[in-house]
């Protein structure tokens, strides 16, 4: 499969990327190919392989394939997948894989907030990193601004609201590019092992200050109607979104609404060298997914 063809030939170390296919994989992976690593894409069919790297097969719900994906592997970017909600079955054995392998250095995607929250499925799988004594480290992002190019994005584009139970909290986002920046980085450089990065954008934003920013650059409004728990999930629920996703993503804007996702840190702006990518130029550059 993946590992029959010869690797391209590269001065940088050799990295295995899980999640390489999405917002913040695709483009680390540029970053890191760019940077002149030598690049493992994982996916469960192996087939999938950007210019520059090497697909490998691997399923986090496949043992069997995690020792091959990582066979002669320096460093994991381990990326939870939202499917894999048992992490004591199907993510804990990879970082034990990785260990056996003789890894030498994981960067964990977790979550702002993550060391005051351990109920999350990330602080478990930080938990279980430190444990095992697998040299890391995490960057624990807040708000994904592509959530409203993804998720968000029907309602933006077709309905004109931004429908979140939010209230009048404020979100310290960040921009996915900026976290693949900040994950190459800390890839390709040495020093940052140990680290916990908590990355955020350089404003924290009411969700109608964000309806308003949508209202300017695409040209047409976009209201914020600060709809309730109940209104929000039975929105989902007429789309045949599964219970267990509704209640994540109402738990998530409970903790907006409640003030507690507006915390704003200078890690972002300090290992890039520049300012965080705003708000403002995140919707102007993916201004057509919502026209």
């Not at 993510?91 to 392998?101: F, G, Q, S, Y």
């Not at 914020?224 to 999930?233: E, S």
Request: aromatic letters at 8%; glycine letters at 10%; one cysteine or more.
């Amino acid at each position: 499969m993946g590992n029959e063809k010869a690797e391209p030939k590269a001065k940088g170390p050799r990295v295995l990327v899980t999640g390489a296919s999405g917002n913040v994989g695709a483009p680390l992976v540029a970053h890191l190919v760019q940077g002149g690593a030598s690049v493992r894409v994982a996916s469960r069919e192996g087939t999938r392989a950007p210019p520059g790297t090497t697909a490998v097969r691997f399923d986090f719900e496949d043992p069997s394939t995690h020792a091959p994906a990582l066979a002669g592997v320096e460093k994991v970017f381990l990326l939870r997948p939202p499917a894999v909600t048992d992490v004591n079955r199907h993510l804990l054995p990879v970082v034990r894989a990785a260990k056996d392998a003789g890894v030498r250095h994981v960067v964990f995607l977790s979550l702002l907030g993550v060391e005051k929250n351990p109920v999350v499925p990330h602080a478990k799988v930080e938990r279980f990193i430190l444990e095992a004594g697998v040299p890391h480290t995490f960057l624990r992002p807040g708000f994904f601004m592509q959530n409203l190019s993804t998720t968000h994005r029907e309602d933006i584009r077709e309905h004109g609201e931004l429908f979140v139970p939010a209230g009048s909290g404020r979100t310290s986002f960040i921009d996915t590019r900026d976290i693949a920046a900040v994950g190459a980085r800390t890839l390709l450089e040495e020093g940052h092992e140990g680290k916990a990065y908590d990355l955020t954008g350089s404003e924290a934003l009411t969700y109608a200050e964000v309806a308003a920013l949508f209202t300017e650059v695409l040209g047409r409004p976009i209201r914020y109607p600060a709809p309730g728990a109940l209104r929000f999930a039975a929105r989902w629920y007429g789309r045949n979104v599964p219970a267990s996703y509704i209640a994540v993503m109402t738990g998530i804007y409970t903790v907006c609404r409640l003030g507690l996702a507006g915390t704003v840190t200078p890690d972002t702006e300090a290992l890039l060298g520049r300012a965080p990518i705003s708000m403002r130029q995140f919707i102007q550059d993916h201004k057509s997914c919502w026209l």
